[in-house]
């Protein structure tokens, strides 16, 4: 991203959140607007891909705290809306991609046009830079989740203008070295006291160069955006809002640097009846309580395979948990972990004559005692 385009674009307002937002703000913005301008749900709505493509700039520099500085620092040089050299049209230009290190094309570059002006050297250094990353969301099904996916990502991120090249220049014109920094970029002002003070040039916005005839598709910016599809495999056993990271899926890097990454966030739709804690499956079976009392023999549901037999010993208690080994989520080991299941002891509500009947003979046979009296012993006032 160029300082013009940073001069001229308020992420803040894209994305509708106050400068001191913070990184959790950011995020929480950017994904509502996400979801209501993603390409998939508005197939057609030319709109509204516009508007994610702007969204999904917007939130690669925020939500990045070396990038969101750098951003405040040339918004606050530049000034709010930009500086607009003469000439220039609309925005500033990033021409980083027509100063290489020495390479040589086969349509030779712009080096030989520029090099003999300065004794043959080049213009300016621009430092092979990595990629940005880029982050964006999946949602899957509790099963899903456990077995892993193979899913299709789309995304949007930020190019060289297709239709020049990434120049900012109109197709058939050429930008031209800054006269006032003589494409350095950088100008530098004598102050008071002997200080001098350097920052980045005025008239051709830290780039070297300046544009009579912009692109009119980039509006001399010479960026834009791409959308792609990747296939992407979350592994199995993820969990919910876990971060996958991929790397070298994210944006090409500038002047031979690296590619950045792709974070991929998940997102797990819960299950109706079974749950998640770390590695284990957990799930609630509901038991009567003659099975409590005299111990019994239960079939419980498991995840991606037939039902299991649990033994219940005589006289559980309610909210006793046992472990089914290997039936649970996957680990990196390769091991699964276990199914949890806690058990509900169920209090009927109405009963009939022959099961009150056998619960007054109960109650009789247990001689009255009450299991409350060592609660009220040790709980009553001491003489």
């Not at 400068?19 to 197939?43: C, F, G, Q, T």
């Not at 003979?361 to 009296?373: E, T, V």
């Amino acid at each position: 991203m160029s300082p013009a385009d940073w001069a001229t674009k308020d992420f803040y307002q894209v994305l509708g959140v106050p400068k001191d937002a913070s990184v959790d703000e950011i995020k929480k913005a950017y994904r509502k607007l996400a979801r209501d301008n993603h390409p998939d749900s508005k197939r057609g709505d030319s709109t509204a891909e516009e508007r994610f493509k702007s969204i999904s700039e917007a939130y690669s520099v925020l939500s990045h705290a070396d990038k969101r500085k750098e951003y405040d620092e040339q918004r606050a040089v530049f000034g709010a809306g930009g500086y607009r050299p003469r000439g220039s049209g609309q925005g500033g230009y990033d021409f980083s991609d027509l100063f290489g290190r020495g390479r040589e094309s086969a349509d030779g570059g712009l080096n030989d046009l520029f090099g003999g002006m300065f004794g043959g050297g080049r213009v300016r250094t621009t430092r092979p830079r990595r990629g940005q990353d880029v982050e964006t969301e999946t949602t899957l099904t509790f099963e899903q989740a456990l077995e892993g996916r193979t899913v299709a990502l789309r995304l949007s991120s930020d190019a060289p203008c297709s239709s020049c090249s990434g120049t900012g220049a109109r197709a058939g014109t050429v930008p031209h070295v800054c006269p006032t920094c003589a494409g350095s970029g950088m100008r530098t002002t004598n102050q008071a006291g002997g200080f001098a003070m350097t920052e980045p040039c005025r008239d051709c916005l830290g780039r070297g160069l300046v544009v009579d005839d912009p692109c009119p598709v980039c509006r001399g910016s010479g960026r834009g955006v791409s959308t792609r599809t990747i296939n992407a495999r979350v592994p199995a056993g993820v969990r919910d809002g876990q971060r996958i990271r991929l790397r070298g899926k994210g944006v090409a890097g500038e002047q031979g640097g690296p590619t950045g990454d792709l974070y991929v966030v998940v997102r797990v739709s819960p299950h109706p009846v079974f749950g998640r804690k770390a590695d284990n499956v957990t799930l609630t079976v509901p038991i009567r309580f003659d099975e409590a009392a005299l111990g019994a023999e239960i079939s419980v549901p498991t995840l991606g395979a037939g039902p299991v037999t649990l033994k219940i010993p005589a006289g559980t208690p309610n909210g006793r948990t046992f472990r089914v080994k290997g039936r649970g989520a996957p680990r990196r080991d390769g091991v699964n972990g276990d199914l949890l299941v806690t058990v509900e002891v169920q209090t009927p509500t109405e009963l009939d004559d022959a099961s009150r009947a056998a619960v007054e003979a109960l109650r009789a046979a247990s001689g009255g005692d009450d299991p409350r009296a060592e609660l009220l012993r040790q709980g009553a006032p001491h003489a």
